[in-house]
């Protein structure tokens, strides 16, 4: 048998995890199937398509120690399974936006800002 630990994040500051057993030659596919702490309806319909499990639903997305990875990728002894929620801010856009707010002088990186530079730099 070998031990596996599935992550999973369903909002912001709350980490779920489980840890499996399953005989060797198991695949992510496998794993995803065996949950039962973590609500497995959450990744993927299991009356669609005859309980296959081609996909992952509502845009999220499987890695193993934080590479993407294929549900038909086999797993090792002590694999790290993340299901991550699909992004909904561009990481560049929310820095940007935050930058705006915050203005150029008074927060952040800029508080202390060399006499007679430019603003932002």
Not at 32 to 38: E, I, P, R, S
Not at 87 to 103: H, L, N, S, T, Y
Request: charged share 30%; no cysteine; net charge positive.
């Amino acid at each position: 048998m070998i031990k596996v630990l599935v992550y999973h994040s369903p909002s912001h500051r709350l980490v779920l995890e489980e840890e499996l057993e399953l005989p060797p030659g198991s695949t992510l596919k496998d794993a995803l199937q065996a949950l039962k702490v973590l609500d497995s309806s959450l990744f993927w319909d299991p009356e669609s398509k005859h309980g296959e499990l081609d996909t992952l639903k509502g845009g999220f997305a499987s890695s193993i120690w934080s590479k993407p990875a294929p549900l038909n990728q086999s797993l090792r002894d002590q694999d790290r399974i993340e299901i991550v929620r699909p992004i909904k801010v561009d990481p560049k856009v929310a820095r940007r936006e935050r930058f705006k707010k915050q203005g150029t002088k008074g927060a952040g990186l800029f508080a202390k800002q060399r006499p007679g530079a430019k603003a932002g730099y």
